[in-house]
């Protein structure tokens, strides 16, 4: 070993077996890209539970409703035939909507004629008292008239003008196979014709399905995505 001039070697000499070891400095920017990267982890799995939870429970179909809502805030829906909100029905027809002539009226507020284009004999009177003890009102009650008589092969033939066209689906509800057909009257009185096939109004609960049947509205289309 070579020694400056004037200095004693011994006085530069390192001695022992040990050397001190320096560590790197620990990198703190590390562990807080980890903690962002489990806490983004974490969020992304809360947001994907709270999304199938929406799909099992449905919560998306009410906020499509709402995602299609009208300027006025009420969901686009189809309206139901001759039903009014809030009004009871009874003998199982709905409320009729004031002013609809499609609308089913309660039975009361319908006034039936009766005819008999049959060959049997007191028929007429005995429809027009089961008529009457299911709401109807009664109006005229006889034989059918001469261009009717003995000309309905059919269980029976109900005729209303315009403005009795929610009465006639209702009357037209009490027997089965009955045939509706319209005229020019003004008023909403039914006639109801009895035919050569007739033998019986359907019980209530039958007549009351038969309604229920005819006044059931279309299924509305299920939106796709957009409205």
Not at 6 to 16: A, D, I, N, S
Not at 37 to 54: E, F, K
Not at 98 to 127: E, F, S
């Amino acid at each position: 070993m070579l020694t400056p001039q004037g200095l004693k070697g011994k006085q530069y000499r390192v001695t022992g077996n040990a050397y001190p070891r320096l560590g790197r400095p620990p990198k703190r920017s590390r562990k807080v890209i980890a903690g962002l990267a489990a806490l983004l982890a974490l969020a992304l799995i809360g947001l994907g539970g709270v999304q199938v939870y929406d799909i099992f429970t449905g919560k998306n179909k009410h906020a499509s409703a709402q995602a299609c809502a009208t300027p006025s805030g009420k969901a686009l829906a189809a309206p139901t035939p001759g039903a009014t909100p809030g009004a009871p029905a009874a003998s199982g027809a709905p409320a009729a909507a004031q002013g609809d002539p499609h609308a089913i009226p309660q039975p009361a507020t319908v006034t039936v004629n009766v005819y008999n284009a049959t060959t049997k004999a007191g028929l007429a009177g005995r429809t027009a008292d089961e008529l009457k003890k299911r709401g109807f009102t009664i109006g005229k009650v006889g034989n059918a008239p001469a261009e009717l008589d003995k000309k309905v092969p059919g269980t029976a033939q109900v005729i209303a003008g315009p403005a009795g066209a929610g009465a006639s689906t209702l009357l037209s509800s009490q027997i089965a196979g009955a045939t509706a057909t319209a005229d020019a009257r003004t008023d909403a009185s039914v006639d109801f014709v009895i035919g050569d096939s007739y033998n019986a109004l359907l019980d209530e609960t039958q007549a009351a399905a038969a309604l229920a049947l005819a006044t059931k509205p279309s299924p509305t289309p299920t939106a796709t995505g957009s409205c």
